[in-house]
């Protein structure tokens, strides 16, 4: 009677679930909540998660009513990515994964019994023993194994994440890209039809014996270098909207897309906050996860109460100073610290333990300095670059325009020669030029900044970032 009683209490402790946290994770998309909220807040769209064919064939509707046959904006590009791409639908189905795997352990084993009553008594009564101890264990262990399968459920949350504002942020870095390159063509294109007016003037010229063969010569090569170089832009611009496009999961009919012809002019001041350092370390998604990792070693190895909080520079460097040009001073940002909890890893705590704890702590610490850098260097790049574009628009575009009006009327005057207005006018266009790709400079830096407040794994969603610009 008492091996009968014992064997129904072990079946009866391998059947505790955690409730709570298996109606967490019961849904279809159990945590996505997380992600998309986190989406909205970082780069100003939300993903979709299609866990069906109807669910996806009104995913590819809502897409093709975005984008068919329409000229889109930078935001349209990022929403129509993170609902469309494809690599990025695969990184949702890991944290469905997850979920899945934290819903097995709280759940725990399906209890069951299978007995050979075969020999001697005494080898049953052992195989009721093993099986009560399996039970016992289980049951003792399961509420640690259940926290760390929830650590990691959290992870793969930020995981997710990371890959939507990682794939965010690469689509409208290529969107920039694919406007610049268009409005690049343009101007080309445009002082082209310029310089081929001119060649037919000269050629005209030429036949009435009012010009050398020679002068024809110079601006028929003008010409068509102007034409290569139009060609050569042509094509830049629309690789590069190939590349967004693949970015935002368009193929077939959708491909029917436009892109305007110029970007945005600049903003009367640069888009950055100065305590960007600051916003980085309380929102950087891999600071959250790896705060998070720490936790997951913590309770793995059960490293005993938390014993206090080190900051990343305490833990990596101490104080950490920025060189000037007359002497060394202390950045003031260091004042705003990335907290690191520590653990007590003495003795009692096994070395592996502790090798993880640390790898994993002095991981942390690096990447949070790192995430200071970055903020740094993104603002240091966007108050830059809108000081460059601002000096091209302001300063030296008017200057160009000036020299234009004067070289006309000399030109109108016949002081000057075609030949001669021509070659102010290509100086001119290497001016709009410089403007618009500083233009563009300006608002791939103001990219950097979401990017470095926010965290992301490059080029997400796109099959690896590419090293060579297409």
Known sequence: MKTVVTIG???LLSACAETSVVQMVSSDRAGFDTVQTGAQRAVGASPAWALSATEIEALDRRVHGLVHRKTINADTAVQVAILNNRALQARFADLGLSSTELWEVAMGPVPSVGLSVSGLAGDVTRSLEGLVMQSALDAATRKPRTEIAQIRFRQAQLRALSETIALAIETRRAWIEAVGAFEKAALIAEAQNTADSSSELASQLGRTGFMSKADQAREHALTAVLAAERSEARLDA?????????????????????????????????????DIERLALVNRVDLAAGKLELEAVAREY????????????????????????????VNPALSVDFEIPLYDTGPLASKRGQMNYLRAANSLAQQAIDARAEARMAYKSVTGRHAVARHWRDVV???????????????????????????DARDGLEAQIG??????????????V????????????????????E
């Open 9 to 11: 209490a072990a079946l």
């Open 238 to 274: 629309q690789l590069a909207k190939e590349r967004l496009i693949r970015l935002m999961g368009l193929f077939g009919s959708s491909t029917e897309v436009f892109v305007p012809d110029a970007l945005p002019g600049l903003p009367g001041r640069p888009r950055a906050s100065a």
């Open 302 to 329: 059960r490293l005993t109460g938390q014993t206090r909080m080190i900051s990343d520079i305490a833990l990596a460097a101490g104080l950490e100073a920025e060189a000037s040009d007359a002497d060394r001073e």
């Open 397 to 423: 575009l008017p200057l160009r325009k000036t020299i234009d009006e004067e070289s006309l009327k000399s030109y109108s005057g016949m002081i000057t020669s075609t030949f001669e207005l021509l070659e």
């Open 435 to 448: 403007a618009a790709e500083a233009k563009r400079d300006y608002w791939l830096a103001e990219t950097e």
């Open 450 to 469: 979401t990017a470095a407040i926010w965290g992301g794994a490059a080029g997400a969603g796109a099959g690896g970032k590419e090293e060579d610009k």
